[in-house]
């Protein structure tokens, strides 16, 4: 399995970006999105079952932003709305080979290469 990820820029505090993350099409259990400040640990932001009918946000995320899938062309949304400055990080996308929804970025089998989010207050 192969992921992309894209969509990462620079933004000013309230708005909004649209990450992308593109995979190679192969059936995964959980595709999810965790993100690395300067300095921080790995964190998790949201995840959502292959087949969609689950979704997961970390408290931070919750309600501000939206995971989606595009099964026409393999890919994973996620909808970042009302940025705030505490959103800059490097945005990763990650998938599971089989299992349900986890937290814990160890638990992920493979990743994509990080996107840059800059929110400037």
Request: proline share 2%; net charge positive; with cysteine.
């Amino acid at each position: 399995v192969q992921l992309q990820a894209s969509g990462g820029g620079w933004v000013q505090a309230g708005g909004s970006l649209r990450l992308s993350c593109a995979d190679s099409g192969r059936i995964v259990s959980v595709v999810s999105w965790f993100r690395q400040a300067p300095g921080k640990e790995r964190e998790f932001v949201a995840a959502m079952t292959w087949r969609g009918d689950r979704k997961s946000y970390a408290d931070s995320t919750k309600g501000r932003f939206t995971i989606s899938r595009d099964n026409r062309d393999n890919t994973v949304y996620l909808q970042m709305n009302s940025l705030k400055p505490e959103d800059t990080a490097a945005y990763y996308c990650a998938a599971r080979r089989s299992g349900g929804i986890v937290t814990t970025s160890k638990d992920y089998n493979y990743w994509g290469q990080g996107t840059l989010v800059t929110v400037s207050s």
